[in-house]
């Protein structure tokens, strides 16, 4: 017996878009045969490749904005940066403000999980291995320096080549591994670390909170941290912001609850969290919104210019749309996807925040654009002043207040370069990983494509016997199917990607 539960995360690791995961059918799966997938790719790519010479196309898989600083990706696998760079967030080896983008050192293998806190960033290469750089705020760069020094060149975390999920935050960060193990480091004032206490008031290496190991995604804002587990689960620790609310759940010995992970309601189909100043909204696999905390400035979106309720300890449901795709906030502001690839926003609008040509308030979400081709989009998370998108092309998409040229962008604007197509070597997966590894339950296969493309997943077991052969069609960036395992035979399985290149290939062993 099988399921699968197919999703992306959103947040701090921007992805392309893909249709809502838990629809009737998660993976999109298709009837037609395989050989009839691939030869519409070759004939695709036949023209591409015709077309090469004088073809362009927007080049982005991911990109990211915190305190006027923002990180892209570009499909060759290279970082760039621009803005607000005193801190040296945007890596580019000085403190200099960077209006236009500009490379983050010269490598080209970095993956699209990469995060901005108030004064530094962080970011995981194909090869699992994490890397920061910025300034050293309560040893939030967790590489056991106690001093307040200034990384202006990403700078490699120990020697581990595990790390799969990264959070960033004021003056601090957290990390998952790719056994689902929660790691923390850096300023513990508010319990920020999770290790149950407030001691290790700056950590400066990352250490393991608690010993849960079934951890998939972490979100972090203004000294709270929110994360998921892989059963679906939401948790909360850290700051319960002004209002008191912020962690979503009532605490029974606030001296000590707020300073471990202690689970939001009982709902089991969290899929992501965005964190504001003093609250935080969460999207369910069933496509619906969820807010907890303050709502002084509408962030509820249910129309209310004065904000009522003005709290809400517990979570409650944000309208009653159920074709949400994926959300992110700043601490006053909202903006989300739609499954359509649209584009929807309320809040605080003061800046041309939201990027729909006005200015004043929005106590309701409304539909920014007529632009039905939005793949990613997201809020600058720290201050407030404007947003980036992707759309389906990879193009790079900016509006709002641009700190980096001190001037508003009123409507959505193109940004950053082209990169001709002849330039771009086609790698299809990269770095496929299934964890836990031994799995008792449920084991999460993790890659990254380089375009969208068809995709046969084969599972066998170790005497060669197939279990599993599904066809569907991947997106580019990063996938993630989660399989049930539980009634599986103890031993150890193969899992195989194929694509029209080849086979990539992982094992996995069953308690």
């Not at 189909?269 to 100043?277: E, M, P, R």
Request: aromatic content about 12%; some cysteine; proline content about 4%.
């Amino acid at each position: 017996m099988f399921a699968f539960i197919s999703y992306i995360y959103p947040s701090c690791n921007p992805q392309p878009k893909i249709p809502h995961p838990f629809i009737a059918n998660p993976l999109r799966l298709y009837g037609r045969s395989s050989n009839l997938l691939f030869m519409k790719v070759k004939i695709t790519f036949l023209l591409l490749f015709i077309f090469s010479c004088t073809a362009f196309a927007q080049c982005y898989t991911a990109a990211y904005t915190a305190y006027g600083t923002t990180i892209a990706r570009r499909t060759d696998g290279t970082l760039w940066a621009k803005g607000f760079n005193f801190n040296g967030t945007a890596g580019t080896g000085n403190t200099v403000q960077q209006p236009n983008y500009i490379q983050i050192g010269t490598d080209n293998d970095w993956s699209e999980n990469f995060c901005i806190g108030d004064t530094h960033a962080l970011a995981v290469k194909n090869d699992g291995t994490l890397w920061v750089w910025g300034k050293n705020t309560n040893g939030c760069l967790g590489l056991g320096l106690s001093t307040l020094n200034t990384i202006v060149t990403p700078t490699q975390i120990g020697t581990d080549n595990d790390w799969a999920f990264v959070a960033a935050d004021e003056k601090n960060s957290a990390a998952i591994k790719t056994n689902s193990t929660l790691w923390t480091w850096g300023d513990n004032q508010s319990g920020q670390l999770g290790i149950g206490s407030t001691v290790n008031f700056n950590q400066l290496a990352p250490i393991q909170a608690g010993s849960d190991n079934n951890w998939a995604k972490v979100f972090s804002n203004d000294s709270t941290y929110f994360a998921i587990k892989a059963d679906g689960t939401l948790w909360a620790w850290g700051s319960v912001g002004t209002s008191n609310c912020k962690l979503g759940y009532i605490a029974t010995n606030p001296a000590l609850d707020y300073c471990s992970p202690h689970q939001v309601g009982t709902a089991t189909n969290w899929i992501s969290i965005a964190v504001g100043q003093n609250m935080a909204i969460g999207l369910q696999a069933n496509g619906m919104l969820w807010a907890w905390g303050g709502n002084s400035t509408s962030q509820f979106g249910n129309g209310t210019a004065n904000g009522t309720p003005t709290v809400a300890s517990i979570p409650i449901q944000l309208g009653n749309d159920s074709d949400w795709q994926q959300i992110s906030m700043s601490n006053v502001l909202c903006v989300a996807l739609k499954n359509n690839g649209t584009r929807w926003g309320w809040g605080t609008n003061g800046g041309h925040q939201l990027g729909n040509g006005l200015n004043g308030n929005v106590v309701f979400p409304i539909q920014l654009d007529s632009h039905t081709d939005w793949a990613f989009i997201s809020i600058d998370t720290k201050a407030y002043q404007g947003g980036n998108g992707l759309k389906q092309d990879q193009s790079l998409i900016i509006w709002g207040y641009d700190l980096a040229i001190s001037a508003p962008r009123p409507f959505p604007v193109q940004e950053g370069i082209s990169c001709p197509l002849a330039n771009y070597v086609f790698n299809d997966v990269i770095h496929l990983v299934a964890f836990p590894n031994p799995v008792n339950d449920f084991v999460t296969i993790r890659y990254q494509l380089d375009r969208n493309m068809p995709i046969m997943l084969q599972l066998n077991n170790n005497l060669g016997q197939q279990i599993l052969n599904k066809e569907f069609i991947g997106v580019s960036g990063r996938n993630e199917l989660n399989l049930f395992m539980k009634n599986f035979s103890s031993g150890l399985y193969f899992i195989n990607l194929k694509t029209e290149s080849g086979t990539y290939e992982c094992k996995v062993i069953k308690n």
